[in-house]
């Protein structure tokens, strides 16, 4: 339970802004009664509470800048309202907090700013750590130390002595306050929302479970699938032994038909000679034949004799081609020989032709 220890006011409403206007209120356990005159600044110190705990001025304060100790009052122009509180937060732990609030007397009004809150809180060893904090962050900071609502800080615990008998008031206006305090609002939007998300989440089960029903089948044809393809890579293992094997009784039956091939290529090129040995043997045949039809007595010897008679023939063969080249040669030098004596006999004819004519005209 969050507990209230002390507070300071210095420069808000009656309390003036010098140093020494200053007044500290220290709360007492379980309570603490604040008594005094009209005027001399009960609410004021309910209504600095509540503006520290939740950040709520009194009405018309921030128009009016009448929550601030008024400038006029203080013969300045500028008057810094400022309020420290010491409190215990739902955790147990001190914690200090302080709200600045600025009144400057202008020509016809006064302005009022706030400027940033502070907040002290103590570390794990009992150490100060001080956070500045804008003041909504520090508005929302507060509700959590105190662990209260809003609601109840500004209607119920730190209400306005001029609005406390909201209990008494009409329907409506009463509601509203209730819903106010217990966030009824709230709960009826988030309620709202609720709803709005469960329809949406149903829709989406709805969706989700058709979506399960397809991927079931995809599930049970992918179990299908991969239950056919472990057969056939089984049964392709089985193959890769089988082809392994065969593989290996294909390696000699390969060098052998590689062996027969060459064999082939051979027994193919030997054909061709054979082929072409029989021709030339038919052509010799033929030959004999044509000279056994010219040859009247056929020789009887042997080889040899045949060799010799036929080389015996060729040298006598040379020796007359030689003599008929000696002969033709001789010819040849008779001819020369003949031509001379035949151009000798021309010429002689013509001198002695000559000679007749002369011997005729003389
Ligand atoms: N802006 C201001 N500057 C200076 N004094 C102010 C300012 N606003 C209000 N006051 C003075 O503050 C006092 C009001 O104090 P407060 O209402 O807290 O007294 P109270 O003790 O609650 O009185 P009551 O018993 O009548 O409710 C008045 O005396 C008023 O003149």
Same mark, same amino acid.
């Given at each position: ?32 009664? %604040?008594? /005094? ?8 110190? =309910? *209504?600095?509470? !509540?503006? @520290?705990? +939740? ?68 570390? %794990?060893? /009992? ?8 003041? =909504? *962050?520090?508005? !929302?900071? @507060?509700? +959590? ?218």
């Amino acid at each position: 339970m969050s507990r209230l220890h002390k507070m300071s006011i210095q420069g808000i409403r009656s309390f003036g802004n010098r140093d020494q206007d200053t007044q500290v209120i220290t709360f007492f356990s379980p309570l603490t009664v %604040i008594v /005094g005159p009209n005027g001399s600044g009960k609410t004021t110190i =309910i *209504e600095c509470l !509540k503006y @520290m705990a +939740t950040g709520i001025m009194p009405p018309g304060a921030k128009t009016g800048g009448a929550f601030v100790h008024d400038p006029k009052v203080a013969h300045d122009t500028e008057v810094r309202g400022q309020i420290r509180l010491l409190f215990q937060d739902v955790t147990g732990h001190n914690v200090q907090v302080q709200r600045t609030l600025v009144a400057t007397q202008k020509k016809t009004n006064i302005s009022l700013r706030t400027l940033e809150g502070i907040i002290i809180r103590e570390g %794990i060893n /009992g150490e100060p750590i001080q956070i500045t904090s804008k003041c =909504i *962050e520090l508005d !929302k900071e @507060m509700v +959590t130390a105190f662990g209260v609502s809003t609601a109840i800080l500004e209607n119920v615990i730190f209400c306005h002595q001029e609005e406390s008998n909201w209990p008494l008031s009409e329907g409506k206006q009463l509601k509203t306050k209730f819903d106010d305090i217990f966030a009824a609002t709230k709960y009826m939007k988030a309620l709202e929302l609720i709803r709005k998300i469960r329809t949406e989440k149903l829709q989406t089960v709805k969706i989700s479970r058709a979506e399960i029903g397809h991927l079931k089948t995809y599930r049970d044809m992918l179990v299908q699938k991969k239950r056919q393809y472990a057969e056939i890579d089984e049964r392709l293992q089985t193959s890769k032994v089988n082809v392994e094997s065969i593989q290996l009784k294909l390696e000699p039956i390969d060098s052998r038909l590689e062996f027969i091939a060459k064999e082939s290529s051979k027994m193919v090129d030997f054909q061709r000679r054979m082929d072409r040995l029989t021709n030339e043997c038919e052509a010799l045949k033929k030959k004999i034949r044509e000279f056994n039809t010219i040859i009247d007595e056929p020789f009887q010897g042997s080889e040899d004799e045949l060799k010799l008679l036929i080389s015996n023939f060729q040298r006598d063969q040379d020796k007359k081609k030689r003599e008929l080249q000696d002969l033709e040669a001789k010819k040849l030098t008779t001819e020369r020989q003949i031509k001379k004596l035949l151009d000798k006999r021309t010429s002689d004819t013509t001198r002695l032709g000559g000679y007749e004519f002369e011997e005729k005209t003389i």
